[in-house]
């Protein structure tokens, strides 16, 4: 990705250098707020990540086990570890997007080169050179790391920019409003289409491989949308950064409401991922419905988060987004553990309940999503440096490694309760253990997990008082400077030859 600098157009590495936009005040755009085409533009990435976050989270794990013939235990370890390694390269994408300087800006060149790249090692997951077996479990490990290396330097500078976008507490709210809305239909077309691809290509080797082509294109599209729609949005200046990684990685570590909000969206998105992972397992040996079963799931729980997205923002904006964010993550939970249930319920009340968890999970989103821009300013108020990328690199490494234990955590759910595996693309005949480990990993787990991980978020501390009192203080430090390095610059010159000599 990187060029020398002063090539036309091609992003160029310079140090010790990151974009910040003003230290204060309202975006380039103006105090009316950003204009929609940028509100839209930005929201299309949510078509790239909300594909790469769902469809590997909700076939690949059956793709594993129920059409290459690899064992659960191994298949989860396949599916972990390659998203576990993005732990290690996000917080690496984002120093890299963060010291990057090019006529597109600093993070526009990683949506279009990272999210290509993210596309065509999609499809190349599905590709089944080799067949069944072994091999083929390694080649998809392989792909798959690739793939999700490329999502990294897709994702963090994607991430980073709202905090650049804007500087108004309430226009970030709005921002992510559009974002969830763009990631709700996102999750619902490659969630709910996907499987119908892979269906209408003849299913097993064959049907996935149209699939993997299918979603591909969706992120493609997902990536052009997001460089293109964000052309004329502001890109702010440039200013000092942390002199290493490790400095900058303990300034994000003193950062209270940061860390807080972090465990807590890492442990929800290892819920989230767990129901995810459960789905066409849940479909096929719950609800018996293994055909249709995936796509009404996906259209349940998806559907009404895009219905619910303008209330969600009116309740953060009236008990504010932490409380609003706890709210969410316990009607997430109730619907998931009333789940429990479901051998005995009828099919409408069943999707009735999933319908209740997407309601959750549409607010649990918009709000975490839009606590971290808060965080970010704070830390740029706080220390004087902008250092976006290293934020949303930590962040999307956490939300990386929630969304990897999820089906990693089902996989072995499904190894301890006796799943059989199958390599034929249909599923094996299960016992009654099985059936149990299948309903208890997606339903009162995720309900576990998202539930108790708001006692994580106790201590997040930071309300627009606090913060504008924070961004306030950062204004009169900064006005008060040059004042200081003048009164500096007049010592200097009454002593040219240092402290206690005098001009001949």
């Given at each position: ?172 709210t709005r921002l992510m409003s559009w974002r969830i809305a763009v990631l709700a239909l996102a999750i619902l077309v490659s969630g709910a289409v996907a499987p119908l691809v892979r269906d209408a290509g003849g299913g097993g080797v064959a049907g996935h491989r149209w699939m993997g082509l299918f979603v591909a294109g969706l992120i493609v599209a997902g990536a052009l949308g997001a460089f293109l729609g964000t052309r004329s949005a502001p890109e702010g200046t440039v200013g ?112 009735l309940l999933v319908a209740l968890v997407g309601v959750g999970y549409a607010g649990q989103q918009v709000f975490a999503l839009a606590m971290l821009p808060d965080c970010i300013a704070y830390d740029t108020a706080r220390t004087g440096r902008r250092q976006a990328g290293v934020f949303t690199g930590l962040w999307t490494a956490g939300e ?105």
């Amino acid at each position: 990705m990187d060029a020398p600098p002063g090539g036309a157009g091609s992003p160029g590495v310079a140090a010790p250098a990151v974009p910040v936009p003003p230290a204060a005040g309202p975006p380039a755009s103006g105090g009316a707020g950003l204009p929609r085409r940028v509100h839209a533009g930005y929201a299309l990435g949510s078509l790239a990540t909300g594909a790469f976050g769902t469809v590997p989270g909700l076939l690949l794990l059956p793709y594993l086990t129920d059409t290459l013939g690899v064992a659960a235990g191994a298949a989860a370890l396949l599916v972990l570890l390659p998203k576990a390694w993005d732990v290690l390269v996000n917080p690496v994408a984002g120093r890299v997007s963060d010291r990057t300087r090019s006529r597109w800006g600093a993070r526009r060149p990683y949506l279009l080169g990272a999210g290509v790249a993210l596309g065509v090692f999609f499809a190349a997951i599905f590709a089944a050179p080799f067949g069944a077996g072994p091999a083929a479990g390694a080649y998809v490990a392989v792909a798959f790391l690739a793939t999700a290396t490329a999502f990294a330097f897709f994702q963090v500078p994607y991430v980073a920019m709202p905090a650049e976008l804007t500087g108004d507490y309430a226009e970030r709210t709005r921002l992510m409003s559009w974002r969830i809305a763009v990631l709700a239909l996102a999750i619902l077309v490659s969630g709910a289409v996907a499987p119908l691809v892979r269906d209408a290509g003849g299913g097993g080797v064959a049907g996935h491989r149209w699939m993997g082509l299918f979603v591909a294109g969706l992120i493609v599209a997902g990536a052009l949308g997001a460089f293109l729609g964000t052309r004329s949005a502001p890109e702010g200046t440039v200013g000092a950064s942390e002199p290493t990684l490790r400095a900058q990685l303990a300034v994000a570590g003193r950062n209270r409401p940061f860390r807080a909000l972090l465990v807590c969206f890492v442990v929800q998105s290892a819920g989230v991922a767990t129901i995810l992972a459960g789905v066409n397992y849940f479909a096929d040996q719950i609800l018996r419905d293994p055909e249709g079963g995936p796509t009404v799931l996906f259209a349940c729980f998806v559907g009404p988060a895009l219905l619910v997205m303008p209330v969600w923002t009116r309740v953060g904006a009236r008990v504010g987004k932490p409380t609003a964010l706890v709210a969410a993550s316990l009607i997430f939970a109730a619907g998931a553990l009333a789940l429990v249930a479901a051998p005995v319920l009828p099919g409408a009340a069943v999707y009735l309940l999933v319908a209740l968890v997407g309601v959750g999970y549409a607010g649990q989103q918009v709000f975490a999503l839009a606590m971290l821009p808060d965080c970010i300013a704070y830390d740029t108020a706080r220390t004087g440096r902008r250092q976006a990328g290293v934020f949303t690199g930590l962040w999307t490494a956490g939300e990386t490694l929630g969304l990897a234990l999820g089906p990693g955590i089902f996989g072995l759910v499904l190894q301890l309760s006796g799943y059989v595996s199958s390599d034929t693309g249909t599923a094996a005949a299960q016992s009654d253990g099985a059936r149990l480990g299948i309903l208890l990993g997606f339903t009162v787990l995720p309900a576990l997990l998202v539930a108790l991980a708001v006692l994580l978020l106790r201590p997040y501390d930071l309300t627009p008082a606090r913060l504008a009192e924070a961004e306030a203080q950062a204004q009169v430090h900064a006005a008060s400077r040059p004042a200081v390095e003048a009164v500096a610059a007049g010592t200097e010159a009454a002593e040219p030859h240092g402290k206690g000599t005098t001009t001949p």
